[in-house]
Structure formats: structure tokens, C-alpha cells
């Protein structure tokens, strides 16, 4: 059974940082490209960054190249998101996935990023 669980996310200032991470199971991990994707209230949810199981690729989306960097544990099924500088914007509820995505979404984790 696929399972993702997400963790790590939380309130914080306008120029903070936190990581979050995923704990993924029931997926071939160390072949399956995948991807951090975050969804705002009344907005679609978006791919942020995706890495290659030997992460020779990586993408970052527009809004937060030099900003955040994604990682992973193969050995452990874990994926990371390193996020610095954090802005406004980049408030929203954060999913870990395939990328592309499968149907199986975790709860997600809340980011939250306000003065």
C-alpha cells in the first residue's frame, strides 16, 4: 500500500527556515522520482521541487530556486525539503509524492509563514 507522511511543518516568521520531511512506503523509492508539492487555500496544489533517485535531476519551481533545496535518504525512504528565507507566499499545506503524482496523497504538513 502506498502511504506518504509528511512532517515538519509549522508556523514561522517571514525570513525563517524549516525542513520537512517524508516518509514514503509501498513505492519502488529508490527508482521514482519525487516530487515536494504545497497547495494554498483556494488554489491549486503545484510541484515545488523534484529529485531523480540518484539526483542527477533536480527541479526547483520559479518562485523558490535559491531558496529551497530538496534531498533524499534512499536507504531510508525519506525525502527532505530544506526551506530557507521563507516568504508569505509560501504558506500552504506541503505533500510528498511521485512525480508525477499518484493518487495516494498524504495529510500533508502546514507551513505557515506570518509575522
Known amino acids: 500500500q502506498v502511504q506518504f507522511v509528511e512532517s515538519g511543518g509549522d508556523m514561522v516568521q517571514p525570513g525563517g527556515s524549516l525542513r520537512l520531511s517524508c516518509s514514503a512506503s509501498?513505492?519502488?523509492?529508490?527508482?521514482?522520482?519525487m516530487g515536494w508539492y504545497r497547495q494554498a487555500p483556494g488554489k491549486t496544489r503545484e510541484l515545488v521541487a523534484s529529485?531523480?533517485?540518484?539526483?542527477?535531476?533536480?527541479y526547483y519551481a520559479d518562485p523558490v530556486k535559491g531558496r529551497f533545496t530538496i534531498s533524499r535518504g534512499n536507504t531510508e525512504n525519506t525525502l527532505w525539503l530544506q526551506m530557507n528565507s521563507l516568504k508569505s507566499d509560501d504558506s500552504a499545506v506541503y505533500y510528498c509524492?511521485?512525480?508525477?503524482?499518484?493518487?495516494?496523497w498524504g495529510q500533508g504538513t502546514q507551513v505557515t509563514v506570518a509575522s
Open positions: 509501498g513505492v519502488s523509492f529508490m527508482s521514482s522520482l
Open positions: 529529485m531523480s533517485g540518484g539526483g542527477w535531476y533536480r
Open positions: 509524492n511521485t512525480d508525477p503524482p499518484n493518487d495516494h
